[in-house]
């Protein structure tokens, strides 16, 4: 259904827009410096340099590839690339062997050439201002390489104005503002700070109520009352779920792999676990230590609990996420997630490229190619599982997954103790035979009138084995519910055939509609079934369930199914929770036969052994099932609860040799595995107090766990001012480092030095408390102060470098959802659960806009929502929201018309729009004036001034003029255009 919205929506939606749109930027993006760096300069020197640089022996086409100028300016045919326009680039046509042939003696994959394209898409950014030079940069400025040195830690000094500071934060702050003879605005009005709190901390706005109650507060006890409130925010479970999104950000979060080259795009079904672990982490204020040392090599931390221990495996999926290229004639594919790995450490931790050393030298940083594939290594030595990568071997080769338990089971034993020969003790039959079974065979031999059909041996030690054979018998007047308990032990391989095997059937034998209960062990069919139980009714029902556990090959398992008319249960090695629970019609009518170890037809045969069989004409219950394993003596089973992305140690460790031009054409000496060194040279003083140890890696080991507690350090120079940075970044709106992703020469200079190593070794002191550090910023009067200023101010302080004034911030695509669906009143804060896509292992983008269908509507906070790459929740896609390909600690932040055509048409927004205005109409006693007033209590948290108040019912008077002399169109009603035009505000989208 079609919504005509009044012109005046449109004007007030559309006018700010038109008026705000960014004209672009002279100074190259950090982002798109390191695209080119990491992505686009590899190919160039790898596939072209060699005729087309300035040190080739002959130009070909009198064209350099070498420098942005020789790019630009071209060869005999003209310029090589037009900025945002790959249609009209030659380069690109050469790339394609259409005009011309580049490389001629081979093209480049198309994994490649995807990535030129894309460059010249995103602007052909080119930080090479001019012609490459072979070899490292030699010297370095100590002013360049200022975060290399150890953290300075000053005491906080003294000020002029002793009464303003409240604390180390301000007196750094103002000590600054003095020496420029600059001073602070004041501070923010405490409806202001409020809703600035509520933001900052939990990501969505303070209810009127709210307000009132802090407002009431401080006016008696500013301090007392900013406090209390902020020690709440930080507790309540709104706060993981908001800063936790800040760190998704960073991980390059994402659901789906993103277009691999080939313009495929695989799901990942279970990284939402990886989204839930950090919530909860940043709930559980893990120290960032742990935090990073869990992400890093979790699975080889100690765990007192399976609940720890599954916490820790999936939070590896930190270095299993990313986006990966296409496997497809791609020999460093296995490289190309070490690059991926390389990259996320470096830069998601020190701020630092070190990627940008794949091939050469860094040309910027003191990073030498030695030191990449020094930790190159390590992620060598560990291998990533990241799943079936929708089993499409073109895209990725098909990995495990980390198995999630619910027991410990870290030494194996209880596996061994499975896969020994099966010797029940009597007291397994004494516990059968009360139960009155129907039948009950052992298995030893072939039972009285059973038939077997092909090969099957019997013994005292193997009981029945099977190999493409099966058994048929039948018990007369089985009841309807009924209960079958068996013990078998599968020999092939779970990913050998589509079904690994049937194990049994209650059902007329030959009968090609298979009507019965089938059970069964799932193969390739089904990758979520592969090695899992399942129960299936045949052919016209077609109704299945299957199990999480997977069966490992080769061992022994009891399995107990129980039938209670259309409820089916299955236990499996004792474990009371049913390994499948659910209804399933019966289709066997009064068919008392039954076959053992195949189906009714002999599909799928079993191939392995069976053992101690029983058919009971009743459910059997809880209870009694876990008497009969109990008494068999045999161990447990242990319950998988489902599977997680990560890594985990290769089996067998080992160096990484240079890859000469970053290929694996050209390998050079293997280097030991160890993490940065030569950058330390190059500041240190003092070699007699390093400024970071050299790592020792053991032989046996990757040295994941090693780099950690390299990393987290206290004294690394930059992994405690990176973080601080952040945090300061999404608290002011600027990090005091402005460039929160580069620490390196290339980035920027921090604002405020000696602020920032005070911060982080306080950050230290406090145990890597990432709520202490929150909380010590926003209760300073720096954070606290107003965004207005006056003249003066601007004078001194033009860009807000000194922090004289706070930054006036946009909310981010997933506060101004959830802000929306709150004042609708439709936010549901519970936490969402999975995902729409964990049971969806496929390409999602062939046909082309598949993705899209598998968004689901959600009422619950946006972190919940379905992050795929290349395929973002239609709700969020038009402010900014990061691809999830690369980490970004500090997003765009652009005005579109896009954003307001957002606002404007999105059924998201008409919809919540309608839901607000349903229940401001619900008061039938309610004035128009009552339900405007209430309008602007729900979005702007504030009563509207008499001159709004005004407006508004004029407004509203007018848009149902319009109503009724166009009674024949489908229009929004009166109040429902009103409250999306709020819901567009300026005053709803901004921060203060």
Not at 521 to 544: C, M, Q
Not at 925 to 931: I, L, V
Request: charged fraction near 25%; include cysteine; glycine fraction near 6%.
């Amino acid at each position: 259904m079609t919504h005509r919205i009044p012109l005046i929506l449109v004007s007030l939606l559309i006018g700010q827009a038109i008026s705000s749109i960014s004209l672009g930027q002279d100074q190259i993006p950090n982002q798109e410096r390191l695209y080119f760096e990491q992505k686009v300069r590899p190919i160039l020197v790898a596939q072209c340099y060699e005729c087309h640089s300035e040190k080739s022996k002959e130009i070909g086409g009198k064209l350099l590839l070498d420098s942005r100028a020789g790019i630009l300016k071209g060869g005999e045919s003209g310029p090589a690339v037009v900025p945002g326009e790959p249609e009209k680039s030659l380069l690109l046509d050469a790339l394609h062997y259409e005009t011309f042939e580049m490389p001629p003696d081979k093209p480049l994959s198309e994994a490649d050439i995807n990535v030129v394209a894309q460059w010249i898409q995103r602007g052909a950014w080119d930080p090479r201002t001019k012609a490459t030079k072979s070899g490292p940069r030699e010297s370095w400025e100590p002013e360049e390489l200022w975060s290399f040195y150890p953290r300075h830690v000053a005491a906080p000094p003294s000020v002029e104005r002793k009464n303003w500071p409240q604390g180390p934060i301000d007196q750094f702050v103002l000590h600054q503002m003095e020496l420029a003879g600059a001073k602070p605005t004041n501070n923010a009005k405490l409806r202001t700070l409020v809703r600035r709190l509520y933001y900052d901390l939990i990501g969505l706005p303070p209810s009127v109520e709210e307000i009132e109650s802090f407002v009431q507060a401080a006016t008696k006890d500013r301090r007392q009352a900013t406090e209390t409130l902020v020690d709440d925010l930080l507790s309540r479970p709104q706060f993981g779920e908001h800063w936790g999104r800040h760190w998704l950000d960073v991980a390059r979060y994402g659901e789906s792999n993103g277009n691999d080259g080939l313009s495929r795009n695989a799901t990942f079904p279970h990284a939402w676990r990886y989204r839930d672990y950090v919530i909860d982490a940043i709930n559980r204020d893990i120290p960032y230590d742990r935090f990073l040392t869990e992400q890093i090599a979790g699975d080889l931390l100690s765990a007192a609990s399976a609940e720890e221990r599954n916490r820790l495996l999936v939070a590896t999926g930190f270095l299993a996420i990313g986006s990966k290229p296409a496997a497809a004639m791609n020999k460093d594919f296995p490289m190309d997630i070490v690059d991926d790995q390389i990259n996320t450490v470096s830069t998601a931790v020190m701020g630092l490229s070190v990627a940008c050393a794949r091939c050469h030298d860094h040309k910027h940083d003191p990073i030498p190619t030695r030191d990449y594939y020094a930790m190159a290594g390590i992620f060598k030595s560990s291998e990533t599982l990241y799943g079936a990568a929708a089993n499409e071997k073109l895209t990725a080769p098909p990995t495990e997954l980390h198995v999630l338990r619910s027991q410990l089971t870290g030494d194996g034993s209880k596996q061994k103790q499975m896969q020994a020969p099966l010797a029940l003790p009597p007291a397994y039959l004494d516990q059968v035979n009360p139960l009155k079974p129907d039948l009950h065979v052992p298995l030893d031999q072939l039972p009285q009138d059973w038939k077997a059909v092909n090969s099957v041996t019997f013994s005292d030690n193997e009981f029945a084995k099977l190999k493409e054979s099966y058994l048929q018998g039948n018990v007369e007047d089985l009841a309807a519910d009924y209960t079958v308990s068996f013990w078998f032990k599968n020999e092939l391989e779970n990913n050998k055939r589509p079904i690994t095997a049937y194990l049994f059937t209650r059902g007329e034998p030959g009968n090609k509609e298979i009507p019965g209960d089938h059970i069964g062990i799932g193969g390739t069919h089904d990758p979520k079934r592969t090695g899992r139980l399942f129960v299936f009714n045949g052919n016209k029902k077609k109704t299945s369930l299957a199990g999480s556990t997977v069966i490992a090959p080769g061992t022994w398992n009891h399995v107990v199914m129980t039938r209670t008319g259309n409820q089916v249960r299955v236990y499996l090695n004792g474990v009371m929770k049913p390994e499948i629970e659910g209804k399933i019609d019966p289709t066997y009518g009064k068919e008392s036969r039954f076959t053992l170890g195949g189906r009714s037809e002999g599909f799928a045969p079993l191939m392995g052994n069976l053992a101690h069989f029983s058919l009971f004409s009743k459910p059997l219950s809880e209870s009694d099932v876990k008497k009969l394993h109990d008494a068999s003596g045999r161990p447990k089973g242990v319950r998988q609860l489902g599977l997680a992305m990560g890594v985990r140690e290769a089996k067998k460790p080992i160096d990484c040799k240079v890859h000469v031009n970053g290929t694996s054409a050209k390998l050079g000496a293997a280097v030991p595995r160890g993490a940065l060194s030569a950058c330390w040279k190059q500041v240190q003083s003092d070699e007699s107090s390093p400024i970071m140890p050299d790592m020792n890696v053991p032989d046996a080991a990757s040295g994941r766990l090693q780099l950690a507690a390299w990393l987290t350090d206290p004294r690394h120079p930059q992994t405690w001012r990176v973080m601080v940075n952040r945090v300061w970044l999404k608290l002011m709106g600027e990090g005091l480092v402005s460039t929160p992703d580069d620490f390196g020469v290339y980035g920027a200079r921090p604002t405020h030095p000696e602020l920032l190593d005070w911060l982080a070794q306080d950050f230290i002191d406090n145990g890597g408390s990432i709520k202490s550090l929150i909380r010590s910023i926003v209760l300073s009067r720096t954070y606290q102060l107003s965004g207005d200023f006056d003249a003066e101010i601007a004078e001194h302080d033009p860009e807000n470098r000194l922090l004289t004034r706070h930054r006036q911030r946009r909310l981010s695509a997933e506060q101004l959802r959830d802000s929306i669906l709150l004042a609708s009143g439709m936010l549901d804060l519970k936490p969402g659960q999975g995902s729409p896509i964990q049971e969806v292992d496929a390409l999602i983008n062939l046909p082309e806009y598949e993705a899209s269908t598998l968004h689901r509507p959600s009422d619950h906070r946006s972190i919940y929502l379905c992050y795929m790459r290349n395929a973002p929740p239609a709700e969020l896609a038009a402010f900014d929201l990061p691809d999830g390909l690369k980490v970004t600690g500090k997003r765009s932040q652009t005005v579109l018309p896009a954003q307001s055509l957002f606002l404007l048409n999105s059924p998201f927004v008409i919809q919540q729009a309608e839901h607000l205005a349903s229940q401001l109409d619900a008061n039938s006693k309610a004035s128009t004036e009552e339900k405007i007033t209430q309008a602007f209590r729900r979005t702007l948290q504030r009563n509207p001034t008499e001159p709004e108040l005004i407006q508004a019912v004029e407004l509203l008077k007018r848009l149902q003029s319009e109503l009724s002399v166009n009674s024949s169109t489908q229009q929004m009603r009166p109040l429902a255009v009103f409250c999306q035009a709020l819901f567009a505000a300026n005053e709803f989208r901004y921060v203060d």
